[in-house]
């Protein structure tokens, strides 16, 4: 992979941007109170460490406005997951949306949505240990959040044991794929990309790793970290972190 190359697909990445504010206001909503304007639910309240949670919500579409935002998807996790505190999901013409999480680690997780000021009811997760030591997890998140030409993204992220533990010296791979502008809601994806690899590094003794990447001119990437597997532990992907740099 050329030098250029790398260096667009760094650059192009940049965090969802966060939600602009709605048109839609409402003074007799009291908005630190749960209401049922916005749902948030899950198929499961129980899951196995490595494995995915799956959200699905509902905004109720007087919320929308003149034109539909994100929405936050609020994550408390227990101590020593390196999950970030708050991701965003986008809510189709219905107002329904989607979003999904590792479970790195065990514990009691609880998940919120939050749209315009209005929250939802909070959902509990017990997430425990699974009966397979090989299972393995593998998280990603990136700073700063809204990256400008010539600011470096920093990126850091965690392997896990099926216990939650932190698994040390494995050689983890960062890869990049471009996508349209104006597809960060995920229209690129469903085989339609072409991952490249971008680069490795190993994890420490905790089982973190980190890298960073330069932004040299504007433009989208996705990018997502890939642990191949061996004879000890499985092979896990992080989730695809949708980046874009603005002019």
Known sequence: ?????????????????LPHVSAYQDDSLD????????????????VIIGDKVYLSGQVDRSLFGTQPSDVIILISAPKGSHTDTFMLAKPVSNGSFRYNQVADVGGDWSFEALYN???????????????????TALTLSGWPTFPKIGDYVSFKGRLTDSEGKGISFKEITYRLASSPVGCLGGCAFGGMLEWRDAGSVTTDINGEYSFSLPVVESGSVQIEAFFPGDEGYSMTSS??????VYE
């Open 1 to 17: 992979m050329s030098i250029k190359y790398c260096l667009f697909i760094l650059v192009c990445t940049g965090f969802l941007l």
């Open 31 to 46: 908005n630190s109170i749960p209401s049922d304007l916005v749902i948030l639910q899950t198929p499961l309240d129980e």
């Open 117 to 135: 000021g209005i929250y939802s009811e909070k959902v509990y997760i017990s997430v425990v240990p699974g009966d397979e030591p090989k299972k």
């Open 239 to 244: 989730k695809a972190l949708k980046l874009t």
